[in-house]
């Protein structure tokens, strides 16, 4: 087996593309009007995150993004979709509540950006280690010692879902 | 050095080869499914075109592919094109793993069974879409019933793979063909010493795979009698036969994955012929055991359906989980 001639380039072409997908995707979900591409955005964008899964030297993450968020999250949000059959075009929120929960939503992703941004250019980049292991020995000791934070952080996102459906399940819908 | 050492023409060559053995296989595989269901009705299939009908899906290839798209209006028209290409793209990318032999696999992924699964099952989700995009009823109904077929048998199935897992120790499909080349005793499926309840988790194994695939008689997704073709009703020309391609190419994957997981791969139980033919032959005696099943059993009710995965396969892949880890772990205890 020979080197690809232009490797580097190809593959700086290859992130290049992965991260637009993730920002358009991004893009899409929060701006289409119709919910079901909206679910297409979230379900795009979490193929992209997958590519820099890959890119970020793990393979099983990318393929575990793409089996738990596309087939599994996205499958069960349009699931809902179709259960609901919501109207096409809901009619807008009132204005000043759009303005106050969308400035809202703009401080707090703003000042995500700002801390990450901020600890990204603080710090150097580490250069990640190579964990191409498929042996399921490895995997396994990997989720359990250095990666037990991640995990456990991820319950907690579970968590939270299930109490804001919960609340939304309980007292209705008071707004749109 | 020669030229297929080469990497871009060695991986130009697979994504060719993929894509033509993707085609072919739909193209015949149909015949094949036509013949086969002439022969279970006592019929004589495809004769007219080409000896034995042999031309036929030649001539049902440029059919489709002159027919004109039809949009219909109210419909989601981007959702609506886009769904049939995402049943075929990621059932593309799985080929890029599978072992035929020692030495024919497009990339040797060390998670590679992982990377089945997950491009396998974005499949749901462009079923989904195309039914929901279509606006029909029949459509919609369909998709729901994918959904929730594809979820119950999802579970079944991934539980015995991780019974798999634990018996082979990594998810690497050539290592796991390479554990199973000793002999035909060797094969995932006649390893009663790991697990007594091998040919057990085989089976479980297949039915599950024939419901994800939606296959009769688990075929409440397109259930002609019901739903006229369910979520493809809208569908017409190559928008259509992209989608059968897509399922033909998902039950030879299906096919392909088996017969790693429990039939030894490339592996020759007697020893003759290279390892490409047996797996080629193991995989078309499982695709051609699909057909059978289909033209021999009627389809389930979609409660009996639900009843099957949620009261029988997963207890049992639950069972088999459960007696594998016993078995493994005991004798490393003394």
Known sequence: MTAFPFGPAIAAAIFIAFCAITGAGAVIAALSKRIIRGVCGLALCCIGLAGLFYFLNSPFLALMEILIYVGAVCVTIVFGIMLAEPEEVLEGESRRDALVWGSCAMLVGAAFFLALSRIGLSHPWIEPASRADGSVAAIGVALLTTYSMAFEVISLVLLVAILGALVIARTGRGRA | MSFLEIEPFRIALYVVGALAFVGANAAYLVWVERKAAGRFQRRAGPTEVGPAGLLQPVADAIKLMSKQIIVPP??????????????????????????????????????????????GSINVMAVMLGGWASRNKYAIISAARVVSQNVAYEIPMLLTVITMLMVAGTLNLHEIVKQQEAGFWAWNIFRLGTNPLMPVTFVIFFTCMLAETNRAPFDMAEAESELVAGAYTEYSGMGFGVFFMGEYANIVIGCAVATVLFLGGWGSPVGFLPGVWWFLAKMYFLIFTVIWIRWTFPRTQFYGLLNLSWKILIPFSLATLVLTSIVMKIPRMF
């Open chain 2, 74 to 119: 109210g419909s989601d028209a981007l959702l609506f094109r886009i769904a049939p290409v995402m049943v075929m793209a990621p059932a593309l990318m799985c080929f890029a793993t599978i072992p035929f032999s020692d030495s024919i696999v497009a990339r040797n992924i060390d998670v590679g069974l992982l990377m089945i699964f997950a491009f």
